[in-house]
C-alpha cells in the first residue's frame, strides 16, 4: 500500500521501557511528520522518584518531554506546537514554573498550551504531567 503511515512507538532506558513492560504504554510515537509524546511526570527518567517540590517536578516533566521526543527522532523542544498539562495544585507557583520552563525550552515560539487542574494523577507524589504534540518532517 503506497503512501501508508506507519505509526512507530518509542520508550527510553529506565522509567519509559519499565512503563512499556508494566502498564503497556509508550512515552512517544510517531505518526508521519508528527511526534505525539505521552504525558510526562516530574520523576527521574532512570529510577521513577518524584522530587517533593513542584519547581522540581515541573522542571523534569519539561525535561521528560525532550527526552521522549528526541527519542522517536525529534529534535525536542523546539519542534514542539501543543502542549497540554495537568496540575493538582493548579496555583501561581505552577504557573510562574510552567511559564519560566517555556520560555526556557521554546524561547522563540509559544506553542500553544492548554492547562487542567485535576484531583490526582498516576502516581501519588505526582503534581504535574505534561503532553507534547511536535512537528518533525522528514
Not at 519509559?16 to 510517531?30: D, E, F, I, P, T
Not at 529534535?75 to 506546537?81: A, D, E, I, L, N
Not at 504557573?95 to 526556557?104: D, F, G, P
Request: with cysteine; proline share 4%.
Amino acid at each position: 500500500m503506497s503512501g501508508a503511515c506507519v505509526i512507530k512507538y518509542y520508550n527510553y532506558p529506565g522509567v519509559g521501557v519499565r512503563n512499556r513492560q508494566y502498564l503497556n504504554y509508550s512515552q512517544a510515537c510517531r505518526v508521519g511528520d508528527n511526534i505525539e509524546c505521552a504525558g510526562q511526570g516530574g520523576w527521574d527518567p532512570l529510577n521513577g522518584s518524584i522530587p517533593a517540590s513542584i519547581d522540581e517536578q515541573i522542571d523534569q516533566a519539561f525535561e521528560n518531554v525532550d527526552l521522549a521526543l528526541k527519542k522517536a527522532g525529534g529534535k525536542g523542544w523546539s519542534q514542539v506546537y501543543k502542549i497540554r498539562s495537568y496540575h493538582v495544585a493548579m496555583d501561581n507557583a505552577c504557573l510562574v514554573a510552567m511559564i519560566r520552563n517555556l520560555q526556557k525550552w521554546c524561547p522563540n515560539h509559544g506553542p500553544l498550551w492548554t492547562s487542567l487542574g485535576v484531583e490526582k494523577l498516576a502516581e501519588a507524589k505526582m503534581v504535574v504531567e505534561i503532553e507534547a504534540e511536535a512537528y518533525d518532517p522528514r
